[in-house]
C-alpha cells in the first residue's frame, strides 16, 4: 500500500523567508501524481501544486515550487517570500494513476512569525 | 458551481445514536471520496468512489461505518452505533475522472459524539 511520511509536524519561519516542508512516499507503480495541500483555520482544503511523476522538471506556482527526487522518493515543498495568510496546515499527498486511490500525509502545521 | 455540498456541518450526538453525513459531489466527477481528520491520524481515507461504484473501502474502520452512492449526486457515510472515538471532521471531495485531476473538497462536517 502506498503511504505518505511528512516528519515534520510543525515548522516556523518569519515573514519574507523562504521554508521547506518534507515529504517522502512509497510507492511501487511508475505512474503517480502528487500534491501539496493547504488548509487554514477556517478548514476548507486549498490545492497548492501538482506534481506528475513522469515529469522530471519541477514544478512551481509562483512563490511554490517542489523538489521532486524520484529516486529517493521525496517530495518537498518551499515557500519563498513567506507571507503571513501561509500560516497553515500543509498535506502531502499521493495519486496512484492505477487505482485512482489519493491517501494524504499527517499534515505540517506551518506558523509564519511577523 | 456550488462546490462539493456537506450537511450538517456540525453535528452533536450521544453514544449508540446513528449518524448520517451527506454529500453532494460537483456535478460531472466521477469520483468521490470520504475522508476523516483527527489530530492523531490526519486526513485518513475511508473509501472512494467511481461513477458510484464503491472501489476501495479498506480504510473504512470496523462495520458500524457504510457508505452508500446511490446515484452520481448524491453519497452518504452513516455510522451505526457511533462512539466517542468517532469524534473527528468528515469531509467528502470530489474529482473529474483522472489521478492527476484536482480534488474538490466540501467544508467538512464536524462530528462529536458525546
Known amino acids: 500500500a502506498q503511504t505518505v511520511t511528512q516528519s515534520q509536524p510543525e515548522m516556523s519561519v518569519q515573514e519574507a523567508e523562504t521554508v521547506t516542508l518534507s515529504c517522502t512516499y512509497d510507492?511501487?507503480?511508475?505512474?503517480?501524481?502528487l500534491f501539496w495541500y493547504k488548509q487554514p483555520p477556517s478548514r476548507q482544503m486549498i490545492l497548492v501544486i501538482r506534481?506528475?511523476?513522469?515529469?522530471?522538471q519541477n514544478a512551481t506556482e509562483n512563490r511554490f515550487s517542489v523538489n521532486f527526487q524520484k529516486a529517493a522518493k521525496s517530495f518537498s515543498l518551499k515557500i519563498s517570500d513567506s507571507q503571513l495568510g501561509d500560516a497553515a496546515m500543509y498535506f502531502c499527498?499521493?495519486?496512484?494513476?492505477?487505482?485512482?486511490?489519493?491517501?494524504f500525509g499527517k499534515g505540517t502545521k506551518l506558523t509564519v512569525n511577523p | 458551481d456550488a462546490g462539493v455540498i456537506q450537511s450538517p456541518r456540525h453535528e452533536v450526538t450521544e453514544m449508540g445514536q446513528e449518524v448520517t453525513l451527506r454529500c453532494k459531489p460537483i456535478?460531472?466527477?466521477?469520483?468521490l471520496f470520504w475522508y476523516r481528520q483527527t489530530m492523531m491520524r490526519g486526513l485518513e481515507l475511508l473509501i472512494y468512489?467511481?461513477?458510484?461504484?464503491?472501489?476501495?473501502d479498506s480504510g473504512m474502520p470496523e462495520d458500524r461505518f457504510s457508505a452508500k452512492m446511490p446515484n452520481a449526486s448524491f453519497s452518504t457515510l452513516k455510522i451505526q452505533p457511533s462512539e466517542p472515538r468517532d469524534s473527528a471532521v468528515y469531509f467528502c471531495?470530489?474529482?473529474?475522472?483522472?489521478?492527476?485531476?484536482?480534488?474538490?473538497f466540501g467544508s467538512g462536517t464536524q462530528l462529536s459524539v458525546l
Open positions: 468512489f467511481n461513477n458510484n461504484v464503491p472501489i476501495d
Open positions: 506534481q506528475e511523476a513522469y515529469k522530471q
Open positions: 456535478s460531472g466527477h466521477n469520483s
Open positions: 499527498a499521493y495519486g496512484s494513476g492505477g487505482s485512482e486511490k489519493l491517501v
Open positions: 471531495a470530489s474529482r473529474a475522472q483522472g489521478a492527476g485531476e484536482k480534488l474538490f
Open positions: 510507492t511501487s507503480e511508475s505512474d503517480y501524481y
